[in-house]
């Protein structure tokens, strides 16, 4: 496993940081700029769209408290990057509080300048 980051994969890494305090403040508009209008996340209960979720958050129904990931690999492939982190992911579903500790997978693809967030699997972490 790569133990020494490339500008570019610190650069990634900081995306990925940036858009888990977006995800924890629950702001909407900045979560989106990291992702891709094509971007879907994929979990244990299906495949959700981009509006989907930001409609979730939108409405109150998902609230998130925490994003507490470390990115453990980071791969990077001419205009895409793959990273995978460990981490918590806290909030609440529909007035219900939730606490996942999980792995995700994000696939992130250069547009132009900037990189986006296409799809993000979730699966859920041993202790």
């Known amino acids: 496993m790569n133990t020494t980051f ?3 994969e610190h ?3 900081q995306l990925g940081r940036d858009w888990d305090k977006a995800i924890e403040a629950n702001d909407v508009n900045e979560m989106g700029l990291y992702m891709d209008d094509s971007w879907v996340i ?3 209960d299906g495949i959700s769209s981009k509006e989907k979720f930001l409609d ?8 998130h408290n925490k994003m507490d990931f470390e ?3 980071v791969e990077i492939y001419d205009n895409t990057a793959i990273i995978t982190s460990k981490g918590t992911s806290a909030g ?10 999980e792995w995700t997978t994000s696939v992130f693809v250069r547009r132009e300048n900037s ?4 799809l993000t ?3 859920a972490a041993g202790s």
């Open 6 to 8: 490339s500008e570019t």
């Open 92 to 101: 609440t579903y529909k007035g219900m509080p939730f606490s996942s500790y």
């Open 121 to 123: 699997m979730v699966t």
């Open 71 to 73: 990115d453990l690999r």
């Open 11 to 13: 650069e990634l890494m």
């Open 56 to 63: 979730l958050v939108r409405s109150g129904d998902l609230q």
């Open 42 to 44: 994929v979990g244990s």
């Open 115 to 118: 990189w986006l967030c296409v």
